[in-house]
């Protein structure tokens, strides 16, 4: 039998879970109905929107912007600031309906998770059906919506859960791509990044249904692996299974450190912060994860502290990519004082398995994946300075030795 999976995508997972709460508190407005956002620090204004209403969207509020930019947008947004622990309680509710249904379930984020149906459907039957009643059930209960992809893959379960918001229940399978999937714009496709679109659109690739019909030799030629990865989606060929997770939901995973000297040239900021990136691109790999947001920190000598995000647009565990952003991060945020503490700190999470095989326009993530870990276990058997970056010699300053930096939060509650 072939496998039946789900995808089941929260919509606006933070508003929701937000609204909800605030409604079984008694307020009387619910945020969903207004032009609203969940995000950063509303009194101070700083910070990126993590989630937007459907109101919002007139707007052309954008997930990831930053707060302030938001507001020129809409000057009356509503703005929440985020609440995690209420968002892993609502999340691990939604996981205990599932579980009714299904043993195999994969949280691929707080609030994505794959299902494998297919052994379920012995005793429920058609699996639409089947979707439905758990979409109804998590609406009810819970008081949020929910899409449901369905598919026999993930990737196509994934693409299927984008087709139709809020709250509905969509199906690609294979003998459907040419109809549903095909048509959209390439950029839909994952692991389609916005670097990678014009690069398609230079050969005349707009829509995926382009793409699984364009030569895949010349793909390789010249996107190299990638190229043969996104043509091979393009025709809904994936095959990693859905696996059982069961380690620790974690917030976020970062180092920070105060400096012994003053910092006053970028070159030694840059340094420092790639030695803190190669700590926290090490535990977040030993994690199991893959992140979608790198933050930056930066207090001077007068104790003047400020701090900038950026979202990535591929998850990543790769300690050089993770480095590039923040290092762009601070060259934006550094007003030319002298430093005293700097931090980096990466957070959203997803697990890496979905990605694994993943190459980032032409560049081979593959092989970085593999230098990565080999450094991993160098520095693990050793210590940090058993291998080093070129970069550091004669500058004083050494990779970080490790420990848990005091940007690290452990949430509440353990994935399933």
């Known amino acids: 039998m072939d496998k039946v999976i789900f995808h089941i995508d929260v919509n606006s997972a933070y508003l929701s879970w937000e609204a909800i709460y605030r409604l079984q508190h008694g307020e009387t407005l619910d945020i969903r109905t207004i032009p609203s956002a969940v995000g950063g620090d509303p009194k101070k204004r700083h910070g990126i929107i993590l989630a937007k209403s459907i109101p919002a969207k007139v707007f052309n509020i954008q997930t990831g912007e930053s707060l302030m930019e938001a507001l020129k947008k809409c000057p009356s947004l509503y703005l929440a600031p985020p609440r995690y ?12 309906i599932i579980k009714e249904y299904a043993s195999q379930i994969q949280r691929y984020s707080i609030d994505e998770c794959f299902v494998d149906v297919t052994d379920s459907l012995k005793l429920f039957g058609d699996p639409v059906e089947l979707a439905n009643i758990i979409k109804e059930r998590i609406k009810t209960e819970l008081g949020f919506t929910v899409s449901i992809g ?6 196509l379960a994934k693409m299927g859960s984008d087709l139709k918001k809020p709250d509905a229940v969509s199906t690609i ?3 459907e791509m040419s109809e549903k999937m095909w048509p959209l714009p390439v950029g839909d496709l994952f692991m389609v990044g916005r670097a990678t679109i014009p690069k398609l659109g230079a050969m005349g690739i707009y829509t995926i249904g382009d793409l699984a019909n364009s030569d895949p030799e010349i793909l390789k030629f010249t996107l190299k692996s990638h190229g043969i990865l996104i043509w091979n989606y393009a025709h809904g060929r994936e095959y990693s299974p859905v696996k059982k997770s069961n380690h620790l939901i974690i ?14 040239t970028r070159r030694e900021a840059h340094l420092v912060i790639l030695s803190l990136c190669e700590m926290v691109g090490m535990r977040l790999r030993d994690s199991g994860y893959m992140t979608r947001l790198v933050g930056i920190s930066i207090k001077n000598n007068l104790f003047e502290h400020a701090s900038h995000q950026e979202k990535f647009n591929l998850p990543t565990d790769q300690t050089n990519e993770i480095y590039e952003v923040a290092r762009r991060l601070f060259d934006a945020l550094w007003d030319g004082s002298t430093i005293r503490h700097l931090g980096v700190r990466v957070s959203e999470f997803c697990e890496n398995d979905f990605t694994q095989i993943s190459f980032f326009d032409g560049i081979s993530r593959d ?3 593999k230098l990565d870990q080999v450094v991993d276990i160098l520095r693990g058997r050793f ?26 939060f452990p949430m509440m509650g353990s994935i399933l």
Request: charged share 25%; no cysteine; hydrophobic share 35%.
């Open 150 to 155: 369905v598919s026999s893959n993930k990737l």
């Open 85 to 96: 622990e209420l968002y892993i309680k609502s999340s691990n509710a939604m996981v205990e």
């Open 383 to 408: 210590d940090a300075s058993a291998i080093m970056r070129g970069s550091f010699v004669g500058s004083g300053i050494r990779p970080m030795t490790g420990g848990i930096g005091e940007d690290d």
């Open 173 to 175: 399978f294979p003998l």
């Open 251 to 264: 917030k976020s995973i970062g180092n920070s450190t105060t400096i012994a000297f003053d910092v006053e």
């Open 367 to 369: 092989k970085q994946r």
